[in-house]
Nanobody, 121 residues
Framework: QVQLVESGGGLVQAGGSLRLSCLIS????????MAWFRQAPGKERDFVAA??????TWYADSVQGRFTISRDNAKMMYLQMNNLKPEDTAIYYC????????????????WGQGTQVTVSS
């Protein structure tokens, strides 16, 4: 059974940093893409960042230059979030899949349960 488990969320002041982690168990995703999406209260789930198995990365315009996605093997993925803003407040989900484009949710088959990130002003 494939499981994705996020960790690292929390409460931080504006301008602060957090590092999210995603641990995958049940299979490897060495030839797949991995991504982060987020969902704020009352809004749809939005793309944040993705990393291809070849290490090519994509970012939403709203986080470009502030967030960095990385993966160190087929089972761990990270999202370093710097200079956080109140509008970054959301539940953050990690996802894994084999389809493109990488910035849409239907390209991903496996999802975690999410971790809350709250940025206070």
């Amino acid at each position: 059974q494939v499981q994705l488990v996020e960790s690292g969320g929390g409460l931080v002041q504006a301008g602060g940093s957090l590092r999210l982690s995603c641990l995958i168990s049940g299979r490897t995703f060495s030839q797949d893409n991995m991504a982060w999406f987020r969902q704020a209260p009352g809004k749809e789930r939005d793309f944040v960042a993705a990393v291809h198995w070849s290490r090519i990365t994509w970012y939403a315009d709203s986080v470009q230059g502030r967030f960095t996605i990385s993966r160190d093997n087929a089972k761990m993925m990270y999202l370093q979030m710097n200079n956080l803003k109140p509008e970054d407040t959301a539940i953050y989900y990690c996802a894994a899949g084999s389809q493109l484009p990488a910035d849409i949710s239907r390209s991903y088959d496996y999802w975690g349960q999410g971790t809350q990130v709250t940025v206070s002003s």
